[in-house]
């Protein structure tokens, strides 16, 4: 399942920019400790960015605990570059948060963090259950067992 960095369920915190670069919006920042946070059902989740040389470091958190640092920097301009993702989670939910660090590599020329969009692993689309029960089951059969003896 696909997350965009539009959707509603995205929590910005901190001061945010939007750009578009090959009919593509990506979310960046370079103010630290501005951060993006997102509560997901799954077994992980992949974060997607744009690399180039205005780039920094991004700390990713994983359910409240420091996962790792990502360098965001390249020397070629990449739109939605898979930079992050764990596939080893619990079955459940899970809070992503992506942090801008505040820091680069020496030959950056900025420590901004971008975000394109969020993949999540393992989840399902839909959160309602539509399994039928036994009772619900027991009717469905009755009904067509009618409809047949007409």
Do not use: P
């Amino acid at each position: 399942m696909i997350i965009e960095n539009n959707n509603e369920a995205l929590n910005y915190v901190g001061e945010f920019e939007t750009f578009t670069k090959e009919n593509k919006k990506i979310v960046s920042s370079n103010v630290k400790d501005s951060y993006i946070e997102f509560n997901f059902t799954g077994t992980g989740i992949k974060y997607y960015a744009h690399t180039n040389v205005w780039r920094g470091v991004a700390t990713i958190y994983i359910d409240g605990e420091e996962i790792d640092n990502v360098d965001l920097y390249s020397q070629n301009e990449t739109i939605n570059v898979l930079v992050f993702e764990t596939n080893n989670l619990n079955v459940g939910e899970h809070t992503i948060k992506i942090k801008v660090k505040g820091d680069k590599r020496e030959v950056s020329k900025d420590c901004k963090v971008t975000f394109s969009y969020f993949e999540i692993v393992g989840a399902t689309e839909t959160t309602e259950d539509t399994r039928l029960d036994l009772t619900e089951l027991k009717a469905i059969v009755d009904e067509l067992k009618a409809i047949i003896a007409e």
